[in-house]
């Protein structure tokens, strides 16, 4: 009997969600029933990422807001087409600038290695790289001020490739990879809370670079009207087979639109989700998730049978990082514009966790069902809120300052409402609503000598 209530809980929860949806849709309009669902197929991805590196492996990442913006900087520099101006005002210049940067790195590993007094080694390093960075300065300095001059107010930057924007989800996943294996490689050997304060600073660190260094996204300007891989919805009304069809349904063509807009949009973003879903439980399910299951388990055990944990680690960062890469930049695609402002850790660092200990760490499922229940009460808290507020408040008169008060701060409720399911959830089920399953056999720790080198 408890096997098959284990089986039928997802099935329920998945009908209750989409239960949920239709009565928005019902009740409020299909527009923004299906805006909510874009958002939360993306949100679903993103926590699919965070439950690869936390629930697979037990890594406290506290630095998903950075991931999420390198996807949305990819974005730009795959879909933005390139400036012609500013190339030729600064572009030679930047080139020279990354040419010195790259090759002072390389003489500072170099001579890590060659130098072997460790008298001479230390002077030798920083006599390179300060030579290095003042030769780099000297190239970037003057080109960034001739690209930002270039009609600040529209462009001001390099631009991109201009080539599809779907590819810059691939080039998301790769950036984030990227930046994921320098980080990994500098604080994965943290313990779990030190590692969480060094991934949250440095996500700070990377969303102020794109704040304040306009030449690479226009910073604090934006970036708009980025290119679609949908039609526009004036395109679509031009059409006389669409407004045919508007005719015949019965429907407003400028309501039509935008519904026929977001399900092409729900179809990409739906179609990714189920490619990584299903790349991630292969993964889960083989030795290597069993070996990683292992290691978040026992590291001292792992570590006993000759594994490299700290390589392992290195693996499972890089590989979450990638995943909530892409979905930052289908966020930016979804959206049409890159704001660095708009990236804050309350949305998303904190509410992506919440979204997966809700769901179920350790289980893909559960990450994908946080993600759906979490961001649905977040956009409907903000509408609710006022509507509860004020039945709760109308025995009191209508100037009552209490009154006011509290129908002014409803529009805040959901981070209170956030808190309190965390408690609730937490108290309830700790596992989550979609707890992991453990295999048959017992414990993942027992079967790590299944992975094959």
């Given amino acids: ?14 009908l209750a969600m989409a239960t949920a949806l239709g009565a928005v849709g019902v009740l409020q309009s299909w527009n923004v029933a299906l805006a909510i669902l874009n958002l939360q197929l993306i949100s679903a991805v993103m926590a699919l990422g965070v439950n690869i590196q936390w629930g697979y492996a037990g890594l406290f990442n506290f630095g998903i807001m950075g991931f999420t913006a390198l996807g949305g900087l990819a974005a730009v520099l795959v879909a933005m087409p390139p400036v012609a101006e500013a190339w030729a005002a600064g572009g030679r210049g930047m080139a020279m600038a990354a040419i010195t940067m790259t090759g002072t790195a390389a003489a500072v590993w170099a001579l890590q290695r060659l ?10 390093v920083v006599l390179v790289f300060v030579v290095g960075l003042a030769l780099t300065r000297s190239f970037y300095g003057p080109s960034v001020a001739a690209i930002e001059a270039v009609d600040s107010s529209v462009t001001g930057f390099l631009g991109g490739l201009g080539l599809p924007i779907t590819l810059s989800w691939l080039a998301g996943g790769a950036l984030a ?28 660190v990377l969303v102020a670079v794109l704040k304040n260094e306009d030449w690479l996204a226009r910073g604090v300007k934006n970036v708009t009207t980025l290119p679609r891989p949908v039609p526009y919805e004036q395109d679509l009304q031009g059409q006389g087979w669409f407004m045919d069809l508007a005719a015949r349904v019965g429907m407003d063509p400028f309501l039509l639109s935008g519904i026929v807009v977001k399900a092409l949009y729900a179809l990409l973003l739906g ?5 990584l879903f299903w790349l991630s439980h292969r993964a889960l399910h083989s030795p290597w998730g069993r070996m990683m299951r292992a290691i978040r388990d026992n590291r ?3 570590e006993a049978m000759g594994k490299d944990v700290t390589r392992r680690h290195l693996q499972v960062f890089i590989l979450g990082s990638t995943v909530v890469g892409i979905a930052g930049a289908m966020l930016v695609t979804l959206n049409g514009q890159f704001t660095p402002a708009a990236y ?29 229940l979490i961001w649905f009460l977040w956009v409907q808290a903000e509408v609710g809120g006022p509507w509860l507020m004020a039945m709760v408040t109308s025995g009191l008169q209508e100037d009552s300052p209490l009154r006011q008060h509290l129908l002014n701060v409803a529009p805040h409720m959901r981070q209170l409402l956030m808190g309190v399911l965390l408690l609730v959830v937490l108290r309830l089920s700790p596992q989550g609503l979609l707890p992991e399953q453990r295999g048959k056999h017992g414990l993942a720790q027992q079967q790590i000598t299944t992975e094959h080198s």
């Fill in 1 to 14: 009997m408890r096997g098959n209530i284990t089986m039928g809980r997802p099935f329920w929860l998945a």
């Fill in 115 to 124: 130098i072997r007094i460790k008298a001479l080694r230390g002077p030798a």
């Fill in 177 to 204: 990879a990227a930046v994921a294996w320098v980080i990994g490689r500098i604080t994965l050997g943290l313990q779990s809370d030190y590692l969480a304060i060094a991934t949250l600073g440095i996500s700070a």
């Fill in 271 to 275: 179609s990714v989700l189920l490619a």
């Fill in 300 to 302: 001292d055990a792992a």
């Fill in 344 to 372: 804050n850790p309350f949305r998303y660092t904190f509410l992506v966790w919440v979204m997966v200990i809700v769901g179920g760490s350790g289980n893909n499922g559960g990450a994908i069902l946080g993600g759906f």
